[in-house]
């Protein structure tokens, strides 16, 4: 345990050092000595005119790149008051990321629905698992943008086609990892599941679903990554609503410090996602 301890804090420490050193690229990279203040003499409506016309001040001083004052002031402005609402375009990132996980939680939770039963059937039985293996191989490569076109002309609703987007793509790892992990139950424990004579379906749920959870859990771990991947691609190309829309409308409008900004927060969103139902694997991971 205290190795452990040991080993997490020393990481902890290089990653900080590691920020640093990034972020002290990014000051030498945009910082240019003896430069003038682009705010100087400006007044607030220039500079709002400025921003509105793809000419940000705060970025001039790194020929277009933002500098870090620049980027810092913008991840002020958008914490300090994350869930202002000034109508369609305009809205705080936090109803932005709502939007975004309201649409990852309904497609992901149907992808649960279908993934996780039919991938007990179809582990349970190599008859069905060798049936149905083409088609899975043969659907799960395709790129969550190539099903967006048929969505759209079929349910006619953008938002909706995104959420059936996020569940046509999550659906897969799921399904695979498990029938992988039913399928890889330990014969023992069956064989003794047998001869004390346990009905299917207490088998199923006492012997099978421990055995198989941690494997299960990997299947949703990976459908989470891609449903979040999606989920901001889809919402570039149909808009409307949600962060993906948002790096959309912001990159339309030439605000490189509000993409950046943007990028940030879906990276810290996934990465939180992505250790939640890590904790959620070791929690139902045996440790013999």
């Not at 690229?25 to 000595?33: E, G, K, V």
């Not at 793509?169 to 064989?191: H, Q, Y």
């Not at 959620?280 to 045996?286: F, H, P, S």
Request: net charge positive; proline share 6%.
């Amino acid at each position: 345990m205290g190795t452990t301890r040991n080993l997490n804090v020393r990481a902890g420490v290089l990653s900080v050092l590691i920020l640093l050193a990034l972020l002290g690229i990014w000051y030498a990279a945009t910082a240019q000595s003896g430069a003038a203040d682009p705010l100087a003499g400006m007044t607030p409506e220039q500079i709002e005119y400025a921003k509105m016309t793809g000419k940000d001040p705060g970025a001039a001083k790194s020929g277009g790149f933002p500098t870090l004052a620049a980027m810092g002031s913008t991840v002020w402005s958008h914490l300090s008051n994350p869930f202002y609402d000034n109508g369609p375009n305009d809205k705080g990132v936090a109803l932005q990321l709502a939007y975004s996980l309201a649409r990852v939680g309904l497609g992901f939770g149907l992808a649960c629905l279908v993934a996780i039963p039919l991938g007990f059937v179809i582990g349970m039985s190599p008859l069905l698992r060798r049936a149905f293996d083409p088609f899975i191989q043969v659907l799960k490569p395709i790129s969550p943008l190539a099903w967006m076109p048929l969505a759209l002309y079929t349910i006619k609703d953008s938002s909706i086609s995104g959420i059936f987007v996020i569940f046509i793509c999550s659906v897969w790892p799921m399904l695979v990892n498990t029938a992988f992990g039913v399928a890889s139950v330990k014969r023992e424990w069956l064989n003794v599941a047998s001869t004390l004579e346990v009905s299917p379906l207490r088998k199923a749920f006492q012997v099978i679903l421990p055995a198989a959870a941690p494997t299960i859990l990997t299947g949703m771990r990976i459908s989470m990554g891609i449903a979040w991947l999606v989920i901001v691609a889809a919402e570039m190309l149909v808009g409307g609503t949600g962060i993906g829309y948002f790096v959309w409308n912001e990159w339309n409008n030439l605000s490189l410090t509000n993409v950046i900004f943007a990028i940030l927060v879906i990276g810290v969103v996934g990465m939180l996602l992505d250790l939640a139902f890590g904790q959620l694997q070791k929690a139902v991971t045996y440790v013999e």
